[in-house]
């Protein structure tokens, strides 16, 4: 939906038009130059866009990941399937109005999923971080942010008995992660924290290209300098 501020009453916003978007969940929207608006999320079967209906790809199980195109009018510009089974939990743009999308793949063992499409919604790529078991990984509490020269680095948890990105302390529940790719979809880095209650709260790039990240933890963190939480838990830049 897009809203505007009253001039009548101060704080409110009056609603300019709405659409609805399928049969399952959305993970995020953006907005480009032009004011259009991508919006990023799953859907069960079919998607409906205003009046229009997409079926969905063949799924191995659970809802297929999409992103959506409209103009600041709310009219349809385009819609893409992101050949994933799972959902969206994160969307941005780099600076030259490519989108990325990071979320949750339940094709195999669920494992954490990042893509990049062009400004047309053609899927450029698609990179997963898979569990090094096959079992399943819940991931959650995840920090997403996309760099302006093209990248993207994403900081949460995950809740089971192996390591989603690589080899490392095991904490137990909640422990931390961080996956970072380069605007061709490399990897850059990936970490694990043996951090028990681990969460990402926020991430961002600066114009050039240092990460800073921002999340809760309790017992050790090792970021470098080793943290202790002082209390239950703690916050960390």
């Given amino acids: 939906a897009a809203c505007v501020p009253s001039p009548e009453i101060h704080g409110n916003l009056e ?17 480009d130059p032009s004011n259009d608006i991508i919006a ?43 050949s994933v089974s799972g959902k969206v939990d994160k969307i941005g ?3 030259q109005g490519n989108i990325y999308v990071a979320g949750e793949s339940y094709d195999d063992a669920n494992s954490l999923y990042i893509a990049k499409l062009d400004p047309t919604g053609a ?27 093209g990248g993207a680095a994403v900081i949460g948890s995950e809740n089971g008995p192996e390591t989603l990105v690589e ?15 380069d605007a061709a979809g490399q990897t850059r880095y990936t970490k694990t924290y043996g951090a028990a209650l681990f969460a990402g709260v926020g991430a961002g790039f600066d114009p050039a290209g240092n ?4 999340g809760q933890f309790s017992g050790n963190l090792d970021l470098g300098p080793a943290l202790v939480a002082p209390a239950a838990t703690a916050g960390f830049v």
């Fill in 211 to 214: 990460l800073f990240v921002a």
């Fill in 15 to 31: 609603p300019l038009w709405s659409i609805a978007l399928g049969t399952g969940t959305l993970g995020g929207v953006v907005t």
């Fill in 93 to 95: 743009m780099d600076a």
């Fill in 40 to 82: 990023a999320g799953s859907s069960f079967g079919t998607l409906t866009v205003g009046g229009r209906v997409f079926a969905a790809p063949p799924s191995k199980r659970g809802p297929a990941s999409f992103a959506v195109k409209l103009n600041s009018s709310g009219t349809f510009q385009w819609q893409r399937w992101l």
């Fill in 167 to 181: 080899a490392g302390p095991d904490a137990g529940p909640d422990m931390g992660f961080l996956v970072a790719v």
């Fill in 123 to 149: 899927l450029l790529w698609r990179r997963g971080f898979q569990s090094n078991q096959a079992q399943n990984t819940i991931l959650y509490e995840m920090a997403f942010a996309v760099a302006p020269t």
